[in-house]
Every structure is written in C-alpha cells, then in structure tokens.
C-alpha cells in the first residue's frame, strides 16, 4: 500500500476478529517500529508481544482494578467516567495481541558533563525518549494498516504499569511505556475527521 493511502484511512481500531495475527507478522511489525528515528539513534526499545489470553486478561483485570481503586470526586458522573475510562483501557484482552512496548532511559551526551539529574536533562529537552518511542509507535500503525490489519496505540492501561511490568517480567533498564492492540479489524475502517490544513498550518516565510 502506498504511504500516502496508509496514513489516510488508519483509524484505532478496537473491535477485532478472532483471527491470530502470524508471528512472522507481529515480528515485521516490531522490526518496522525499531526503524524509526530516536535521539542519537539510541534505539531504547524493546518489544514484549502478547498473544496468550489469559496474560491479556490477567492484565486487562489488574488495569480495571487500578481504575476503581481511583479516588472518586463529587461529581455524580464519577462512575461513569471510570467505566468509560475502564473500558478505553482494557480493551486490549480481545485483541488477539498486544505489543508492549518498553524502553530504558536515553542518557543524554549531556549528562557526562554538567552537573544536572538525568530527569532535568531530559524534561529540558523536551522528553526525547518519550519522543522516540512515538515514531516508533507510528511505524508501526502504519504498517499495521499496510499490512491489513488494524491497530490502536494505548497509553491508558499504563495506569497499572507496575503490576503490568511484573506479569510481563519486564526488568530493569526496560520501563513500560504503552501497549499497541493488533488484529484484523471487526469493521471497516472508518478514520474521523481531522483539523483542516488552515487549522494546523502557519508558514513563517
Ligand atoms: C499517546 C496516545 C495514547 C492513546 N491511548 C489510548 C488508550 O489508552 N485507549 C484508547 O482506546 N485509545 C487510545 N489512543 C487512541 C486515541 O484515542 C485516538 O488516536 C484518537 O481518538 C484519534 O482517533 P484515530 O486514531 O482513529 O485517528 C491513544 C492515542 C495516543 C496517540
């Protein structure tokens, strides 16, 4: 498919049917996202890919629990909104897999020669490796497009991160950063409408 067509019609997708998705493919994806640019060329990524079922649900259950444990407010829409919230965030146990993806800290050339925190250097350049990690999470619903299938980026289950690194065994320097559901898609890809150009676009000349 041609770029332009991919970037046209990905929408999130989050109805999936029960077909798997192929190793080989889960792997052409992963091998796409590790392509994109990140600072310095660092590659801070490592890519944990999920298709067991009761690992997916084992998650979708902790994140739902992390959501209800969420301090209410006074607003009598409170339930709602975390149900809503649940459901944004848990999807992802009927996908038939999930990639997680997880990176370690970028240390910046930086770092070697003032004296300021790595967290300081980091936020001072306007997170480089939370930057890094969105290329790489846009190649890939890119290609999951490309390749017939549909795809959505979530950072909500996050929300559960600590438990979620544990079930995934997912060690030191890696930290969870977010999950990308993938399947063939349960309906036909409709994508919403966007900003127009005049909206977005101011040329300085
Ligand atoms: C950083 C980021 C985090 C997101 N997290 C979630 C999420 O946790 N759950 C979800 O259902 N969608 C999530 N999305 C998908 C957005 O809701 C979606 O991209 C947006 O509504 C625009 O729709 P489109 O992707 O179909 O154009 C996320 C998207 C981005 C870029």
New binding site residues.
């Given amino acids: 498919m041609d770029l332009k067509q991919a970037i046209e019609i990905r929408?999130?997708i989050?109805n999936f049917t029960e077909e798997k998705v192929p190793v080989g493919d889960l792997k052409e994806l992963v091998r796409r996202a590790g392509l994109a640019p990140s600072v310095n060329n660092y590659q801070p990524w490592k890519f944990y890919v999920v298709t067991n079922k009761e690992v997916l649900s084992k998650m979708a259950y902790k994140v739902a629990e992390r959501i209800k444990e969420l301090p209410a407010n006074s607003s009598i829409a409170s339930d709602n909104v975390k149900s809503q919230v649940e459901w944004?965030?848990t999807?992802f146990e009927n996908a038939p897999a999930v990639i997680a993806m997880t990176m370690e800290d970028y240390e910046s050339v930086l770092e070697k020669g003032v004296e300021l925190s790595h967290e300081k250097i980091n936020k001072m350049r306007n997170f480089p490796d939370l930057q890094s990690a969105g290329a790489a999470i846009q190649n890939m619903l890119l290609s999951a497009v490309d390749m017939g299938y549909g795809a959505?980026?979530?950072?909500?289950?996050m929300m559960a991160k600590d438990t979620l690194e544990e079930i995934l065994e997912i060690k030191e320097p890696h930290h969870l950063i977010?999950f990308v559901a993938v399947g063939k898609s349960a309906r036909e890809l409709k994508?919403?409408s966007k900003k127009s150009i005049d909206e977005i676009f101011k040329l300085i000349d």
Avoid: I
């Avoid at 959505?152 to 289950?157: E, G, I, T, Y």
């Fill in positions: 929408t999130s989050r944004f965030a999807f959505c980026w979530l950072s909500a289950p977010a994508p919403k």
